[in-house]
Structures are given as C-alpha cells and as structure tokens.
C-alpha cells in the first residue's frame, strides 16, 4: 500500500517518506522472495530448488533482514534530526541526500554474508539426507549465531532506543523552555496591566484631589 501511494499520489511523493517507501520496497522483497520459500522448505521439509536457488535465498534472506533492520534506524535518525534542527533540515534536505545512507546499507548489507561467497561449503550445508532430502541451510557456528544475532537484532535495537531517548529528551527541554517563555510572558502582561491600574487610579484620583482642595 504504501509504494502504490507513492506511485500514485504526488501529495506523498516528497522527501520525509523516501526511508519509508524505500523500507516498504524491502519488506515488499522479502515477502516476495524469502518468505514463500521458507514456507516451501519448511512444509515439505526437504529443498526442492537446487543448489544455486539455495545459495541466492541463503544470501538474500540475510541482506534483506540486515536492510530492513538497519531502515528503522535510518528513519530513527532522520526523525531525530528534523526535531533537533528543525525546519532548516528539511529545507537542505533533498530525495537525494536521503538515498546516500540507504545505497551504502545495501553494499553493507551484501557484504554481511561475505562467508557464504568466499567458503559455500564450510559455511552452508547443501546436500542429501536419508530418504530424498535436501537440506539448505547456513551452518549455525556459535560465532556465527552471535554475529547473526548482534548486527541484526541487539546493535538495531538498541541503536533505536538511544536515538529515541535523546529525541524524547530534546522534545521535553523544548517543552521546558517553551513553559518558561509562557510563564515570562505572562508575568510581563500581569506587571503591564498592574501599572496600567495605577495609571488609571492616578488619572482619576488628581482631579478629585483639585476638587477637594477648592472647596
């Protein structure tokens, strides 16, 4: 929904929503490609495509969970800056600029499952089981496990909760300062009106005082 929005509707085709289309493109990816073989794999519990086919959604399985992770962190920062420096970001910022970061994820991305390029066969297990099965799958060493866990999960996540903390903290300084100007501002119309009165009182109190003082 959110790229056919995009293709359709010019009122959304601006700059604060190009992490946002470009996140939807790759969950869009790997609901179309990683997903369905799983389910394929899993159901028939045996791998019916191929080596070649098992290396690509190896590969692609982790580029795409790497992308998808690391967007969130991208719009993170991008929110982040647009309260931080406010309209003056987002005048500089162009479709361009918001792409750079998005391009070199991906080459990073590609980079993650470089054991899978360089030693397929250390670092995957293709090959048949008892009765006709194929298994295809990544060999889960503990190191492996942990990297797997840490760049895809722990490192995103907590990079998401610091990047959201110091907003909340730049929003709520901004809420203090924008109370004390308030409380400011309503402290020099209180004294302007004060001395408002006593002009007024003075004004009407001298004549009375001229009358007194014939009589």
């Known amino acids: 929904m959110v790229i056919l929005s995009w293709a359709i509707l010019p009122s959304i085709r601006n700059t604060s ?31 019916l495509l191929g ?68 030693d397929w066969e250390g670092s995957a297990t293709y090959k048949e089981q008892v009765g006709s099965r194929w298994t295809c799958e990544s060999n889960k060493t503990p190191s492996w496990v942990l990297l797997t866990k840490l760049w895809n999960g722990f490192v995103p996540f907590v990079s998401l909760v610091v990047i959201y903390l110091k907003a909340y903290g730049q929003l709520r300084q901004r809420l203090r300062r924008r109370c004390v100007d308030d409380e400011s501002k309503s402290t020099q119309v209180k004294e302007v009106k004060s001395d408002n009165n006593v002009q007024e009182s003075d004004y009407f109190e001298a004549p009375n005082q001229k009358s007194k003082e014939e009589n």
């Open 17 to 47: 929503n190009v992490l946002l289309v470009s996140l939807a493109v790759v969950d869009f990816l790997f609901g179309l490609f990683a997903t369905p073989l799983a389910f394929a794999y899993s159901l028939n519990n045996s791998w």
């Open 51 to 118: 080596e070649s086919m098992c290396f690509l959604w190896l590969v692609l399985s982790q580029v795409f969970m790497f992308v998808s992770s690391y967007h969130l962190v991208l719009v993170a920062i991008d929110r982040y800056r647009v309260i931080v420096e406010g309209v003056a970001y987002l005048q500089r910022r162009t479709i361009a600029q918001a792409l750079q970061p998005v391009g070199f994820l991906w080459f990073l991305a590609f980079c993650i499952p470089s054991p899978l390029y360089i």
